[in-house]
C-alpha cells in the first residue's frame, strides 16, 4: 500500500527518535538472557522501522548529502509544489509500505502501551499519577510512537495520491500546480499530519502548522 509522507523535519525528527529506545529495549531484554515474546515483537518491528526509514525522502536527501556530494541514482526525484493561488506549498512523497511492517510496528506500539498501563499503582493513587512517575524517556517513546504509526496509517486521499506518484515516477525535476478540489483535499490531509504529530502543545502546533500554511 501507498502512504503520503510529507517533507516535514518534524515528522522525520520524530521518526528517527525511535531507534535509539527501540535498541535500548532489545538490549534490556537480550541482556537478561531469556527469549520473550516481547523481544520477538520489538526486533520485528525495530527491522520494520528500518524498511520504512530507507523509503522516506529526507533519508535519502540527507544520507545522501552526509555521504557523497554527487546524487544517488535512487535518490528521489525533486519536484516543487504550488497552490492554485500559486503558493508553494510542502511536498509530499509517495511510499510503499508492506502490511507487515505496518502491522510489526503497530503491535510494538500496543505492547508499550500494554506495558504503560499494566504498572501497578500505590494504594491511594489513581492510574493518571502513576502514570506521571514513568521515567520521560519512556512516556516520549510511547507518545512518540503512537504518533508516528498513526501518520503512517493515515489513509491519503485518493486523487491527490495519484497524481503524485505519477509526478515522482516521471523521474524528472518538475513544478506542480494543484487544481483547486485537490489543493482542498491536500489541506486536509496537512492539517491532519499536523494535528497527528504537534497536538498537546500549543506552541509547537502553531509552530508546525505555519510550515505549511
Known sequence: MYVLIPDD?????????????????????HSAGLESDDERIISDAYDSWVQVLLKLPLWSEWHTA???TDPAPEEWAGYVLYSTGGDQLMSLYPIEVTAADLGQLTACLDLFVEHDQARPAMPGQTRAETSAEKPEKERGLTDGFRRVVEVLLHPP???LLTLLRHVVLRGTPVSVTLPAEQETEYRRFCEDIVTILSSGDTFAYRSHRAMYF
Open 157 to 159: 486521499p485518493q486523487r
Open 9 to 29: 523535519p518534524v515528522f522525520f525528527a520524530k521518526f528517527q527518535s525511535l531507534e535509539q529506545p527501540l535498541l535500548r529495549h532489545l538490549y534490556r531484554l
Open 66 to 68: 552526509s555521504t557523497s
